[in-house]
């Protein structure tokens, strides 16, 4: 399994960035997708995931501003980011889990400034 990120950067407060995850070696459509992210110090928290056929949970904390979508014919999953905070500054990592084993990217950085 494969997982690479595309999409980070710097974004004042109230700005938007789009994160992209593309996977290879996967059978894509029969897992679910998430995003995660993780600030020095503090463990990887869960951002948003989204089911095989569709359906999405977010942090509370990004609700109403972040939208996770997947297409499986690329396939890829995003992450839309709206209305960013300094407190949404982290680094951010696709994952999966493949027959009870966890796959990671290699992160991208969000940087957002107030």
């Known amino acids: 399994v494969q997982l690479v990120e595309s999409g980070g950067g710097s974004v004042q407060a109230g700005g938007s960035l789009r994160l992209s995850c593309a996977a290879s070696r996967i059978v894509f459509h029969m897992y679910y997708m998430g995003w995660y992210r993780q600030t020095p110090g503090e463990q990887r928290e869960l951002v948003a995931q989204i089911s095989t056929s569709g359906s999405t949970d977010y942090a509370d904390s990004v609700k109403g501003r972040f939208t996770i979508s997947r297409d499986n014919a690329k396939p890829a999953v995003s992450l839309q980011m709206n209305s960013l905070a300094p407190e949404d500054t982290a680094v951010y990592y696709c994952?999966?889990?493949?027959?009870?084993?966890?796959?990671w990217g290699q992160g991208t950085q969000i940087i957002v400034s107030s």
């Open positions: 994952h999966v889990q493949v027959a009870g084993r966890t796959y």
